[in-house]
């Protein structure tokens, strides 16, 4: 998780990042990684003038299908639009 953060932050992309579902194409993120019979999940966006804003990490809990719970996908959703506000209060509102 920690190299696939390191690669976004220096404009890569780590092989198993890809698209989180529902969320506008590639804007967020996803990188899965399983370890000791758990899977484990951080979501980020680097759509914000290259800065990557880390969105939620958790563990999978469900032992059953890859959809990401509907309680955490709202997290995200809340998430997303907070660091969009700090960004344009930082960055674009001069």
């Known amino acids: 998780m920690?190299?696939?953060?390191?690669?976004?932050?220096?404009?890569?992309?780590?092989?198993?990042?890809?698209?989180?579902?529902?969320?506008?194409?590639?804007?967020?993120?996803?990188?899965v990684e399983n370890f000791d019979r758990n899977s484990y999940r951080t979501v980020y966006t680097v759509r914000l003038n290259d800065i990557v804003y880390v969105?939620?990490?958790?563990r999978k809990k469900a032992k059953r299908g890859s959809e990401t719970p509907k309680h955490d996908l709202e997290l995200i959703g809340e998430r997303y639009a907070q660091a969009r506000e700090t960004h344009a209060q930082r960055f674009e509102r001069g």
Not at 55 to 58: E, V
């Open 2 to 31: 920690g190299f696939a953060l390191y690669l976004a932050q220096m404009g890569d992309k780590h092989p198993k990042a890809k698209p989180l579902k529902g969320f506008h194409g590639a804007r967020v993120l996803e990188v």
């Open 55 to 58: 969105l939620h990490a958790f």
